[in-house]
Structure formats: C-alpha cells, structure tokens
C-alpha cells in the first residue's frame, strides 16, 4: 500500500470511521451477502472481526510472497486473485471509509454522465470491483438513472457480491466474467457509459480493448470514462502499466476529452 493511502486511512481511523454514512451502508450491504453464504455469520463476529481488520496496516505481501515462493506466479494472475479474493472484497470496504475519495474518483464522474447523457445510462463497468460510482449514486438518487449494468470482470468474490447486489435491487444485470490479466471483449453489448479505473495496466492487451471500445461507440453521446495514466514501472499485478500511448488512439478516432476526474480522463467521440 502507498504511504498516501496508508495516511488515509489512518487519518479517518483516528476521527470514527462510523462517520462515513456510505462506509456504513456498504458494510451492511457486505454483511447481508455474507450472511446468504455463510448463515451462521452473527452480526457481532462479523463486526468485531471487520474492525480488527480494516484497522491492519497491510502491505502488499501477499505477492511478495508470491514472488519468493512463485517467480513465475504473474503467468497465472487468476489463480493469485482467486487465493487473494478475500482480502481485495474487503479492500474495497476499506477505500469506500473516505467518501470525499469516493466521490472524487468515482461518484462525481457519474453525476457528470448522468447530467451529459440526460437519459438512463446502459453501463459497462470494467474491472470495476465494487463500482462504487454506480452504488454511491443508486444510495444518493435512487436506481432510476440506470438502465443497465454490464459488469466485466474476474472470477473472485466481489462479483458474486455485485450480482447479489443487482437482484437484490432489481437492476437490470449482465456478468461478463474472464480470466485475470486476460484481455475480455465489449462486442455485441449496448452502452453509453463506460467507466474503467484501474484495469488497463492489468491486462495482456490493452490496446485490444480501447480499439474495440472505438470500434463499438457509435453514438456521439456516448462517455468512455477511462484511466489512461501512467503506472510505472512493470510490477506485480501491473504487467502493462505505460498507458498513455492509448491515448492517441482515441484521438486519432475523433475522441476529444471533454473533462478530467484527477486520473479518469472522460471521452467524447466528436461529430
């Protein structure tokens, strides 16, 4: 973990992180899909044991160990993410204590394609892990500017948490799930809004996946809300992580971008 993220946390720890009213709401969305799958999981066990774990300072062990014991371990992301799964669903937990975070990197990018688009968004979430832009706003507003999620992404426990999420909330709701680091496909599926953080840098072909997002954008309403930052350097989960040189695809598309959320820059095919 970045020593920024680790201040963070640590900050909002120190003030009660009960203050964090979507923290709380996604919490008990967390315990009551738990509890569909584990039914002798007591509301005081889940608790004690959340604080003493989110209060843990983690690093970014696991693949450490991964490493020492398994050189080769980045050969087979999908089984690294599937031992680690646990850990990442409750990571996800843990980044949504910051709501201002929230909002910043996810939330205020979906008000701005909901207000842009003025119709009911068809999503396409990529690698979205907990979309908290999609949750946060359906806690805010209500579900009425979501027409429907197309959700991509690994086999691991938080999709089987959003797919709770969605029947439970009667969201209209497609799965799409492929191989970590394993480049997947967008064809044949309609959307308006795109929203991917945080997914590019992990995928075998990258370039794959943005010409295909080009190829399938046919309407000029249409937002790709894409993070297309640099990484640094080729580490761990991060097997492709020098991103800007996808940027000029899109502008070589007639892609212009129309505004810039700190790293999700949001794209608009011009006319």
Not at 15 to 32: E, V
Request: charged share 25%; net charge positive; hydrophobic share 35%.
């Amino acid at each position: 973990m970045s020593l920024s993220l680790k201040k963070i946390y640590s900050y909002f720890f120190l003030n009660d992180y009960k203050k964090s009213g979507y923290f709380n709401y996604l919490k008990n969305l967390y315990y009551q899909f738990l509890l569909s799958k584990f039914p002798k999981l007591q509301r005081a066990q889940f608790e004690e044991n959340l604080k003493y774990l989110l209060n843990f300072e983690e690093d970014d062990l696991s693949a450490r160990y991964f490493q020492t014991f398994e050189p080769d371990y980045t050969d087979d992301l999908n089984k690294y993410y599937k031992l680690n799964e646990k850990q990442i669903f409750l990571r996800f937990l843990k980044y949504s204590i910051n709501t201002k975070l929230i909002k910043n990197k996810y939330s205020d990018v979906y008000d701005f394609a909901i207000n842009r688009i003025k119709e009911p968004l068809e999503i396409i979430e990529i690698g979205g892990g907990i979309p908290h832009g999609l949750i946060f706003n359906i806690k805010k507003r209500g579900k009425d500017f979501c027409k429907k999620l197309n959700y991509i992404e690994a086999d691991m426990l938080h999709a089987e948490f959003i797919d709770w999420y969605c029947k439970n909330n009667l969201i209209q709701f497609d799965k799409k799930i492929f191989l970590a680091s394993k480049t997947p496909t967008i064809n044949n599926i309609n959307f308006n809004f795109v929203f991917a953080k945080d997914i590019f840098e992990h995928l075998d072909n990258p370039t794959q996946l943005i010409d295909e997002l080009i190829a399938n954008t046919n309407n000029t309403k249409t937002l790709l809300c894409l993070d297309l930052e640099h990484k640094g350097a080729i580490t761990t989960q991060h097997i492709n992580p020098n991103l800007p040189v996808l940027k000029q695809k899109l502008i070589d598309s007639n892609f212009t971008v129309i505004k810039k959320f700190e790293e999700i820059h949001v794209w608009q095919k011009i006319k």
